[in-house]
């Protein structure tokens, strides 16, 4: 009767084992999938903050280029005032549309807003240049609308990245949050395994050492 108990009592403990063991691999799993899902949502996040840096850079280039174009009144500025125009309009498609479903819509329709009459400043500035000379450009130049309208891009993109920047400090804790709980369930989950193992191992020798036990005793009343 104590033999039988004993083997119901290692069964439940080995059934035990299983299950834990199963449920230890689910939340770990899970824990795992966190962490992937939160390095890949901050690497887009990084991805988005050096677009906005080089968006911004290309925007004071795009002011150096329109102000040689100017002063120098080179045909080589002109088109390269033309590259840096197509280079924000593109740049800022490609942000908004990364952007949107998770950022301040009012701040992405104040920096849309800003890019338009950014290109429209410029393209004025061409015009005038090409119509009625570099006097007259220079004079539109000296209004400092172009230079309001670039500070005024770069202040939101400056309140773009400070939004985004929460969203990063908030994915970042979450990695090492589930960093730390993948690290903690592999652990449990290894030493649960452990034990497992060792009582089956144990209860292994125990069966051996009673069936040597038994062949003995057989061959001990044989011979009697």
């Known amino acids: 009767m104590l033999r039988s108990r004993f083997k119901y009592l290692v069964l439940i403990i080995f ?11 689910y939340n770990s ?9 939160d390095n890949q949502s901050l690497l887009t996040e990084l991805q988005i903050k050096t677009k906005l840096q080089k968006f911004q850079t290309n925007i004071i280039f795009c002011e150096t280029a329109l102000r040689d174009l100017v002063t120098k009144d080179d ?7 033309e590259r840096e125009l197509k280079a924000i309009r593109d740049e800022f498609i490609e942000i908004d549309n990364t952007i949107r ?3 301040e819509l009012k701040l992405l329709d104040q920096l849309n807003f800003l890019v338009n009459e950014k290109l429209d400043n410029s393209n004025q500035v061409m015009n005038i240049l090409s119509q009625l000379g570099q006097d007259s450009a220079l004079a ?7 230079r309001i309208i670039r500070d ?24 090492n949050t589930n960093g730390a709980k993948a690290k903690s369930w592999g652990i449990i989950l290894a030493l649960v395994a ?7 191992f144990w209860y292994l020798v125990v069966q051996g050492q009673r069936q040597q036990k038994l062949i003995r005793t057989l061959d001990t009343s044989e011979k009697k």
């Open 194 to 200: 452990c034990l497992a193992s060792l009582i089956t």
């Open 15 to 25: 059934l035990a084992s299983v299950v834990l063991i199963v449920f230890l691999q």
């Open 75 to 81: 045909p080589r500025h002109a088109l390269e005032l």
């Open 101 to 103: 479903p998770t950022s």
């Open 29 to 37: 799993g899970n824990s795992i999938k966190s962490l992937i899902q």
């Open 140 to 146: 539109f130049i000296r209004t400092l609308r172009g």
């Open 152 to 175: 005024s891009l770069i202040q939101t993109l400056s309140l773009i990245n400070e939004s985004r920047q929460q969203a990063l400090s908030n994915i970042s804790t979450s990695v």
